[in-house]
C-alpha cells in the first residue's frame, strides 16, 4: 500500500539527492581547478616574461661586456705603438747627444790646433800630447 510506495519513494528521493550532492562536489572541483589552472597559466606567462626580460638584459651586458674589452684592446694597442715610438725617440736623442759631444771633441781639438799654430814655441800643449807624455 501507501506507506510501502512511500518508503520507496522516499529511498529513491534519498539516493538521487545524494547523488546530486556528488555532482554538485565534483562540479565545484572541477571549478576549482579549473581557476587553479587559469591562475597558473597567468604565472607561467609572467615568469615567461621575467626570464626573456633577463635574457635580455644578461645579453646586454654581454655586450656591453664585450664592448669594453674591444676598447681596452684598442687602448692597449694605441699605449704599444706610443711607447715604441718614444723609444724610437729615445735612441734618436741618444744617437744625436753622441754625435753632438763628437762633434764638439772636433771642434775643441780644431780649437786648440788652432792655438798651437799661433802661439809658435810657447804653445799649450794638446789632450793627446799630454797623455802621450805621461805613458
Known amino acids: 500500500g ?13 539516493q538521487g539527492q545524494a547523488e546530486l550532492e556528488r ?5 565545484g572541483e572541477r571549478a576549482a581547478q579549473q581557476e587553479r589552472s587559469s591562475q597558473l597559466e597567468k604565472e607561467v606567462a609572467t615568469l615567461r616574461e621575467k626570464i626573456h626580460h633577463l635574457d ?3 645579453k646586454s651586458q654581454q655586450r656591453k661586456v664585450r664592448q669594453m674589452i674591444e676598447q681596452l684592446q684598442n687602448s692597449k694597442s ?10 724610437e725617440l729615445k735612441e734618436r736623442v741618444a744617437y744625436l747627444e753622441a754625435e753632438n759631444l763628437e762633434m764638439h ?6 780649437i786648440e790646433d788652432q792655438v798651437s799654430r799661433a802661439g809658435g814655441g810657447a804653445r799649450a800643449r794638446s789632450k793627446s800630447e799630454t797623455v802621450s807624455r805621461y805613458r
Open 56 to 58: 635580455d638584459m644578461l
Open 2 to 14: 501507501f506507506p510501502q510506495e512511500r518508503r520507496e519513494l522516499q529511498a529513491r528521493l534519498e
Open 105 to 110: 771633441d772636433r771642434i775643441e781639438h780644431l
Open 78 to 87: 694605441v699605449i704599444q705603438a706610443k711607447d715604441a715610438a718614444m723609444q
Open 23 to 27: 555532482l554538485r562536489a565534483a562540479e
